[in-house]
């Protein structure tokens, strides 16, 4: 079992031929039923991530007051194990939600820097308003992919108040505590801006393109850059910064796959509100990403989708939002042959 194991480590159910499934199925039905089972000291044995967590409380049941999330990779065996991890949690009363983080697997570099992107940004999304209603963040390292735990150790700095770690075949408790990490990289991200941009969107480029922007931000595979996990965290960091001009002006297309209609432009002028500038940045990003991964990264906040009905403007055929508020606001656009989107009108939601 052991050795069918490690060869699905990486892999999504959907990629796993059905007889080896079924074995997995089995060998997990079991080691879930025993774990539900079992009480904490058999769960700390079952479960490396219990181990850790169980730590934290000294050995005891964690404090129904505190949120738990689960983070784990997109894989089958990543989220099996998340469901009976969090299965466990709730049935001694803790408050636990599970996380699935995209491309977070290990088995390519590529995909693996597009899941430390994804999960800078739900860190980014999620910790923030934690910690203002004083919330003590920790992060629990045991356990997992090593690349993983690398990356939340660096994350860690950033978004987590203390990280904790248990050795394998220990109860000790380690901790690390939270370094102060101060951002001094603005003017070389807004000089980068349209590289770094493509990086962020999921665009690897040649390595000679990015010749000039510090090493700690970018990451070389193959002769193509991508972002490391540092750049990933500052790029981040920038776009929600006051100093950003993210929330100065409508950017430029972020690729030849967008561009933007006199009309659109327009359209945009009449934005006045910093933040409101900032968000239709933000989804114009996601909505080239969409077309980097052909329709399937599509969140509910963006929402691409054909135009039903009458168009506003003649030739639109999608549209995609801008945010979603009271005061909503839509962009509506349409292809192309060679598949460029052209941005055609901006609007508030009728």
Not at 31 to 53: C, T, V, Y
Not at 309 to 317: D, H, L, N, S
Request: hydrophobic content about 40%; glycine content about 6%.
């Amino acid at each position: 079992m052991l050795r069918l194991l490690n060869r699905y480590t990486n892999s999504k159910e959907r990629e796993i031929p059905l007889e080896d499934r079924k074995l997995l199925e089995a060998h997990v039905r079991v080691r879930r039923e025993r774990l539900l089972s079992g009480g904490i000291q058999d769960a700390r044995k079952a479960s490396a991530e219990l181990n850790g967590l169980l730590g934290v409380y000294g050995g005891r049941a964690p404090d129904p007051r505190d949120v738990l999330f689960l983070l784990h990779t997109d894989t089958y065996l990543g989220t099996t194990v998340a469901e009976a991890v969090a299965a466990w949690l709730e049935q001694k009363g803790a408050r636990a939600h599970i996380v699935r983080i995209e491309y977070l697997a290990t088995n390519s570099i590529e995909t693996f820097h597009w899941g430390i992107q994804e999960l800078t940004r739900w860190c980014d999304e999620t910790l923030p308003e934690y910690r203002r209603q004083h919330y003590h963040i920790v992060f629990n390292l045991t356990g997992g992919f090593k690349g993983v735990q690398g990356v939340l150790n660096t994350l860690g700095h950033v978004y987590a108040d203390e990280m904790v770690y248990i050795f394998q075949g220990s109860d000790s408790l380690i901790r690390i505590p939270r370094l102060p990490v101060r951002w001094e990289l603005d003017d070389c991200i807004t000089t980068n801006l349209p590289v770094l941009r493509q990086l962020w969107n999921h665009r690897p480029l040649p390595v000679a393109q990015v010749k000039g922007i510090p090493e700690s931000l970018v990451i070389e595979d193959n002769g193509m850059a991508m972002l490391s996990v540092f750049g990933s965290i500052a790029f981040e960091q920038y776009r929600k910064s006051k100093n950003s001009v993210y929330a100065q002006r409508l950017l430029d297309p972020p690729s030849s796959q967008v561009v933007f209609s006199d009309r659109f432009k327009r359209d945009v002028e009449g934005i006045n509100e910093a933040e409101r500038i900032r968000l239709l940045n933000f989804q114009i990003d996601d909505f080239d990403r969409y077309l980097v991964e052909h329709g399937t990264y599509n969140p509910r906040s963006l929402r691409v989708h054909p135009w039903v009905g009458r168009p506003p403007v003649p030739g639109i055929t999608h549209e995609f939002y801008a945010w979603s508020d009271s005061d909503a606001g839509r962009v509506f656009f349409h292809f192309l042959p060679d598949g460029t989107a052209v941005l055609d009108h901006f609007r508030h939601h009728i």
